[in-house]
């Protein structure tokens, strides 16, 4: 009884602080979403299900890191030991409480269910509407712990319309969804379960143990004498083999980073001319095959759709904050109408050609990343005409990249975060790691930095991941010291992947690491999460072109605020 008291509080709750917001604020004034409330979660950075608290300049959750991987490593970049600890406990995730889980007793998405609670004939702008779901195993059985990983949106397909719900994990096999009401049209929700907790548990444990997943290619040369080699980011079983040939170890003297390859036959480990990426090898039971089958994967929930019926009022839910570092992102971050996003995080605008150019002169733009922040770079070249393309006589796919338009003065660059980074055969001396480039940069007020790094990392054990990061925001904070005028803008992770090699489930727990790690500092997160995540266009790790450019309003309405 007083677990149901305590779940019903839940859903009341966000209803009475509208209410009391409303009685004791003029109808005149701007109404304001409020943050969804639960046992769990604290202000954003906050996602589906698990917990993410502040705690040293962090927010977040994370993985157990494994003991094979040297933590005085990591701990040597973080600020303290607290903060490691901290960061291992908060993302952990709940695992199966059966051994070894059969298909048949994973979550089945057909099976799961969800209905809406507080459902009544007419809403209005501003309301809140509460879900419940449950999950059940592939025999119907409902489930009796967490550690699914569901995602929800409220959408309307003829407006073009959506916004990203967040999902509370209850670790008792139910979730529950709170949906802000953003406009003025009938809405529907839709749940998706992407992962079930044992498939989780799958892509964790082969996160953690096998960072061989995918490989490298190294091409050493020395004249016409030319080898190439197996290589990767940590020193593995696989990469040692038996030793015999193990192994080279070029050490970014600056950054610390060490890339490792099969150490040639004839040649010596300078020789490393040209890096590509080599394949994927995932060693994936018949049983773990089988739980992470795309006929489990991703699929939207049967369940009460009733249309949700919501009318207008007469307030603005529009923020109209000026777009600044240090902005906390609420749940949700926004929404999109007639395939516009409308942010409620701070106050945005639609950029045209000129407007950007305007926007942009005198400045210069350095972006580092994978390429769904080339996508940014791109989409520039392409929505203003002025902006022309230097030949660099680099890979398209890993930069360098660069654009400027003489006549305002804007120059605009793109490279590739560094190794590791799949792709096609490039120069080693044009991956520069993302730490030495803002090294590299004197900042200032005419300058903004933009970068990502996610997409690449999926495979390697969580650990890995967080030293990177760490090794970026000494960089950050020594830029922010120097020039603190400069702008730092970093693009959250998207959804896409579904697979071993980079899920969503992967991407989201490195997306919470980077959240966490570079919380309290004077930077921008653009949270491109919750957009690709309600979007209606099919998942890509690549967005399509009309939410590139709401992006890209986003990132100018910070470099230009209103």
Known sequence: MFVLFKRSLFFLIPFFIVILYLIRNPASTKWTVPKPMSRHLTPYPVFPHRRCIQLLNTTHSVVHFPTSQPSSTIKHVLNCTEEWDFLLEMLKWPSPTIENPTPTEATDPRKCTFTVLNWKDNYIVGDFVNVSVVARNGRGVPKTYGGDFFQAKLYNTELKASTFGLVVDHDNGTYSVSFALLWPSPAHVSIRLIHSSEAVQVLNRHRERDPDKVFFTGYFEDGDIKENVVCNAMKSPR?????????????????????????????????????????????????????????????????????????????????????????????????????????????????????????????????????????????????????????????????????????????????????????????????????????????????????????????????????????????????????????????????GYKDIYGSDWLSWQLDCALRAMFQGLAVVLIDTWQMTSCHYSPDNIHPPSIVIENEVNLFLSFICPQ
């Open 239 to 495: 990469l040692v083999g038996d030793g015999s040939r193990c192994c080279c170890e070029h050490r970014d003297p600056r950054s610390g980073e060490v890339w490792f390859c099969r150490r040639p036959t004839s040649l010596p480990c300078s020789a490393l001319v040209y890096h590509s990426m080599g394949g994927y090898q995932a060693q994936l039971s018949t049983k773990e095959s089988k739980i992470l089958d795309r006929g489990n994967t991703n699929i939207v929930l049967p369940g009460s759709s009733s249309v949700i019926n919501v009318f207008a009022q007469h307030t603005d839910i529009r923020e109209h904050k000026k777009c600044a570092p240090s902005l906390d992102t609420p749940v949700p971050s926004g929404f999109f109408f007639k395939d516009r996003w409308t942010s409620l995080v701070c106050h945005t605008k639609m950029f045209s050609s000129s407007d950007v150019i305007r926007c942009l002169t005198g400045k210069q733009i350095h972006m580092m990343g994978d390429s769904t922040l080339r996508q940014w770079f791109e989409y520039l070249e392409k929505a203003v005409p002025t902006l022309k393309p230097l030949n660099l006589h680099a890979s398209g796919k890993s930069g360098p990249l660069m654009i400027v338009d003489t006549a305002s003065g804007t120059l605009i660059t793109w490279r590739a975060h560094g190794l590791p980074l799949r792709t096609d055969k490039t120069p080693m001396a044009d991956l520069h790691y993302i730490a030495n480039e803002i090294d590299n940069l004197a900042g200032g007020e005419h300058m903004v930095i933009a970068f990502d790094a996610w997409a690449h990392f999926t495979t390697y054990p969580l650990a890995y991941y967080v030293n990177r990061l760490a090794i970026i925001r000494r960089s950050v904070v020594s830029l922010l010291q120097r020039a603190p005028r400069t702008l730092v803008i970093i693009k959250s992770a998207n959804t």
